[in-house]
């Protein structure tokens, strides 16, 4: 198993660009999570799928969409990316009775000018 | 949304015991105590997970006293490796917990 994978690894955009996160999981998890993680900060959640179609807001949504078209995928996207949304990148998943046990990818660094 | 305060850092030196307290006063009935590690680059792992009194596993042990109101995550002989970011978060779902800043461990030789 792969696991949580994170697709680009790192990516540089202008101010105003747009851009998809790709996050992938390959244990069969219902839910899907996307958070930042700001310098010297814990993770804050943006948004969230509980199943395949169905996506909800988290801590900080503002700036993002999100998608769930399958399962096993859960894409992030920036319409018109803003330096305030430069940051590092976590996609997670979890089974649906697992409580808060969730397994992390490797990340995605965002870097905005 | 239960909150939880953690200390900022803490440095140990190899082969000591690290006890991490982890305060949560307003933690409900349903909640579970999960604990987080870490590393520079890479996105957290899951450690421990508990509800009440103590629960040991091959990397850790989490004691939760009675109340519920606290606790305490103890790595035994820790080694540089060990070095990380610890968070502790409090939640019945994913969705409803929060990744505070969490405690950095620093292991020195």
């Known amino acids: 198993n792969a696991g949580v994978t994170q697709t680009p690894k790192f990516r540089v955009l202008k101010t105003g660009q747009s851009m998809t996160l790709l996050c992938a999981q390959d244990?069969?998890?219902?839910?899907m999570y996307w958070y930042r993680q700001d310098p010297g900060m814990g993770l804050r959640l943006i948004h969230y799928s509980v199943g395949e179609g169905t996506t909800a807001k988290g801590e900080v949504p503002d700036g993002y969409n999100v998608s769930r078209l399958k399962k096993q995928n859960f894409l992030l996207g920036l319409e018109s990316a803003a330096p305030s949304q430069t940051s590092v990148y976590f996609c997670a998943s979890s089974y649906k009775s697992e409580l808060v046990t969730q397994y992390f990818g490797p990340g995605t660094r965002l870097l905005v000018l | 949304l239960a909150k939880t305060t953690q200390p900022i850092s803490m440095d140990s030196y190899e082969g000591q015991e690290v006890n991490i307290t982890c305060s949560h006063n307003n933690i409900a009935t349903n909640d579970y105590i999960t604990w987080y590690q870490q590393f520079p680059s890479q996105g957290p792992r899951f450690i421990i997970q508990?509800?009440?009194t103590k629960v040991t596993n091959e990397v850790a042990s989490l004691f939760i006293p009675a109340d519920r109101k606290s606790s305490t995550l103890s790595l035994p002989r820790v080694s540089l490796s060990d070095t990380a970011v610890y968070y502790c978060?409090?939640?019945?779902?994913?969705?409803?917990?929060?990744f505070g800043a969490g405690t950095r461990l620093f292991v020195k030789a």
């Open positions: 244990m069969n998890h219902e839910y």
């Open positions: 978060l409090v939640g019945d779902k994913s969705f409803k917990t929060i």
């Open positions: 508990g509800y009440k």
